[in-house]
């Protein structure tokens, strides 16, 4: 099955969320009806994982942290956020996104950077 996304408060661009709803995914963003806007990290991670969806988040330290606690996590994707404009995020999270299906992320950390396309 295709992968969901959530973009953690961190990563919740609305500009992003409509690229890449255009595009055909899933995507949802804090805040929003089941995540409040002040979330904590542990909130959001759960939260994303109750509604089997990968969490998407610039916020790396901590949720490295996070994934150890909660292995049983449904996924997270990692960017380090100075190195990405609104046309790359895109198109890194829509191959993230097309070229795996949900059951490639349970419990997994994955970087955005494997998704890049080559210059």
């Keep these: ?18 690229a ?4 055909g995914h899933d995507v949802s963003r804090t805040p929003n ?7 904590d990290d542990r909130a959001q991670l759960l939260g994303a994982t109750a509604q089997g969806r990968i969490l998407f988040t610039f916020n790396v330290r901590d949720f490295l942290v996070l994934a150890k606690q909660y292995p049983q996590h449904g996924g ?6 100075c190195r990405w404009s609104l046309a790359e995020l895109t198109e890194a999270l829509d191959r993230a ?4 299906d949900e059951n490639d992320w349970r419990g997994r ?7 890049r ?3």
Excluded: G
């Design 117 to 119: 396309c080559s210059k």
């Design 20 to 23: 890449l709803k255009e595009r």
């Design 109 to 115: 950390v994955r970087w955005l950077n494997d998704f």
């Design 97 to 100: 996104l097309t070229e795996t």
């Design 76 to 81: 997270i994707l990692l960017a380090a956020q």
């Design 33 to 39: 009806e089941w995540m409040p806007a002040d979330a």
């Design 1 to 18: 099955m295709k992968p969901r996304l959530h973009l953690d408060a961190d990563a919740s661009i609305k500009a992003l969320v409509h």
